[in-house]
């Protein structure tokens, strides 16, 4: 079992920054890659962006050149900087890992983005 924990989350005004940090603990050795996904209201929940135990990262299209996926293996944490803040970026961001043979997710943190 993976335990994930988001923090970070909040209310900041269009053109800002915020950072997400995703604690992972339990059986960290089994996960091959972490990431970060949203769910704006009414909406389906969708990629952000990933990072491989490589350190190979991905991004969705709405996303690229305003936020970094980043992870410190020492401390079993993922980032999130998010920069240039859109209200469409408003939504719930979940951490999600992928083991062999599970997912993972955690339980969402708010990130609410005013114009």
């Known amino acids: 079992q993976v335990r994930l924990v988001e923090s970070g989350g909040g209310l900041v005004q269009a053109g800002g920054s915020m950072k997400l940090s995703c604690a992972a603990s339990g059986s960290i050795f089994s996960i091959n890659a972490m990431g970060w996904y949203r769910q704006a209201p009414g909406q389906k929940r969708e990629l952000v962006a990933t990072?491989?135990?490589?350190?190979?990262?991905n991004y969705a299209d709405s996303v690229k050149g305003r936020f970094t996926i980043s992870r410190d293996d020492a401390k079993n944490t993922v980032y999130l900087q998010m920069n240039s803040l859109k209200p469409e970026d408003t939504a719930v961001y979940y951490c999600?890992?992928?083991?062999?043979?599970?997912?993972?997710w955690g339980p969402g943190t708010q990130v609410t983005v005013s114009s």
């Open positions: 999600n890992a992928n083991g062999q043979i599970l997912s993972y």
């Open positions: 990072i491989t135990s490589g350190g190979r990262t």
